[in-house]
């Protein structure tokens, strides 16, 4: 590990917007002391709660606090030396409804009560075209998502993946969940009103690259019930071109499921 990365990893603990538990530290299945209060324990107050999951720099949970000073936002990630910048940034603006915290999405319910939780941000993902388990939208992670998200709770996907973006909204319209809100091409878009044009323009840093490049920028906006069994399409979508800025993809099938 870099100099830098360790000078970063020793700052974060330092940081009282940051709650550092990677997977090897939940191992023994030990509670997370603050699960189901965040509000009272953290927050102070009784205002709805937002995670971005593969939060990255945080660029979008800082911009989103900024917006709405009356909203809770907490970026998820496992990369801790990504997840300084907007930590750091956080505390620097003095932002009271930012939280950071450090861990593996895979055990995100671990960290929240049922209801805690009203939207979920998935921004710029990894598309995981080879593993459909590992795409933050599969059933896989929706159905723990289900664990702490209120009843028709909102799911918000900004991607440049068109495989992802394809496969999000199969499986939307596949579990017939209600859909809020879809285009392939959010900024050519007409008819998004103002305030929610100020919301999907909090470009990251990886955004910024991807419309540099030319790439459409895609959102896909939806309610998740919980009555409902969710089930994987089986429908086979064309795998993209690359697999991140400026690299060509490594697999030679071109498609999947």
Known sequence: MSKGKLQKFAEMETFPNVFQFPYSAMADNKPFAMKGSWRSDYFHNDNPIVLELGCGKGEYTVGLARLFPNVNFIGVDIKGARMHQGAKQALEEKLPNVAFLRTNIEIIDRFFDNDEV??????????????????????????????????????????????????????????????VFKTDDLYHTEGIDEATRQILGIQTYYESQWIERGLNIKYLKFHLPKASELEESDVEIPLDEYRSYKRTKRSSLEKSK
């Open 118 to 179: 009203q939207e979920i941000w998935l921004t710029f993902s990894d598309p995981q075209m080879k593993n459909p388990r590992k795409r933050l939208s599969s059933t896989y992670f929706l159905q723990r998502y289900r664990h702490f998200l209120t009843d028709g709770g909102i799911v918000h996907l900004k991607t440049d993946s068109n495989f992802l973006f394809t496969y999000t909204s199969l499986m939307v319209e596949h579990n017939k969940l209600p859909l």
